[in-house]
């Protein structure tokens, strides 16, 4: 895996995990408040949508870390990637139906586009 090829991991690796879940709790190091600058003890999530890999909808899965620098909400919904314990990717849901998902800073960032391509052109299924 290389810097700017997550999405495409994502598709080949055996494997890595993508579904839609729900935060339901957001662990931090020490007493510092949630921020960007925030350091993550643990990410509780409960899968709502599997798109590829062994998620079980509905039941809470821990992780220790994410990349990304969003501040992550209990009870929203993104889009998770998961790769192995040291590499999981989280990405904000603009939108979605039963047809098409749309990502924020798809536009901004060409691996979250091709991401949200991949997503809707069907290549996880």
Do not use: C, W
């Amino acid at each position: 895996m290389f810097a700017g090829d997550i999405p495409e991991s994502l598709l080949s690796e055996e494997g890595a995990k993508v579904f839609i879940g729900t935060v339901d709790n957001v662990k931090l190091k020490g007493d510092i408040t949630l921020s960007s600058q925030a350091e993550i003890d643990t990410i509780d999530v409960i899968p709502t949508v599997k798109i590829k890999g062994e998620v079980e909808i509905g039941k809470i899965e821990t992780y220790k870390s994410y990349h990304g620098n969003l501040i992550l909400e209990k009870g929203k919904e993104y889009l998770f990637g998961y790769l192995d314990e040291n590499n999981l990717y989280v990405y904000e849901i603009l939108s979605k139906d039963e047809k098409n998902i749309k990502l924020a800073d798809s536009r901004k960032y060409d691996m979250v586009l091709r991401l949200e391509n991949y997503l809707n052109d069907g290549a996880f299924a």
